[in-house]
């Protein structure tokens, strides 16, 4: 993989899955620490940085309007439901440790479980010239496993960097 060509999509670090008193942290927390998924996340992130890849944010934010717009179902209707991403409150903001820095992108709309749908995603690749993508962030088994799939279907390299994941269970990383 050459850096220009590749992109970093870091999925939902945010402070509802990250930090304790976030609205699922519960649930990852006992994987967060196993895999050491935050301080993995950094390294990968400043890593390719410094080579020149791109470094994707794709934060889960619900808003009012998709509530009005979508009928919820599934796992999404569960966090939904728990109030966990709501636009504009401390869980759903990204976590300290990986803030967006100067060059980063954000994915904007993401409201389902993959990365790419009625979202920005594809737009940024695209005008990156981005060939592969390496996948880190949450929960494994669902938003990560989604976007890597569709980032396949579509054509891209795919990559996903397992110790920067973290689930529910380690039997699902």
């Known amino acids: 993989m050459k850096a220009k060509e590749t992109a970093v999509v870091l999925i939902e670090f945010q402070n509802d899955f990250c930090k304790e008193g976030g609205k699922l942290h519960d649930g990852v927390k006992g994987e967060i620490a196993r895999q050491n998924t935050i301080p993995n996340a950094m390294k990968l992130a400043e890593g390719a940085r410094k080579k020149g890849a791109t470094i994707i944010h794709s934060p889960f934010v619900f808003n009012e309007k998709y509530f009005e ?15 966990a991403f709501r636009e504009g409150t401390w ?9 967006p820095k100067e060059g ?8 389902t479980l993959c990365g790419f749908n009625n979202t920005n995603l594809e737009n940024l690749l695209k005008e ?28 891209y390299g795919v990559t996903i960097m ?3 994941t973290a689930a529910f269970d380690k039997f699902l990383c």
């Open 162 to 164: 397992k110790d920067a």
């Open 91 to 99: 869980g759903a903001e990204i976590i300290d440790e990986l803030k």
């Open 104 to 111: 980063d992108k954000v994915v904007g709309g993401k409201c």
């Open 128 to 155: 990156g010239k981005i060939k592969n993508v390496v996948i880190g962030g949450f929960l494994t088994n669902f938003c990560v496993e989604s976007t890597a799939r569709t980032a396949y279907d579509k054509g």
């Open 69 to 83: 717009d979508h009928q919820m179902k599934g796992i999404v209707k569960a966090v939904a439901d728990g109030d």
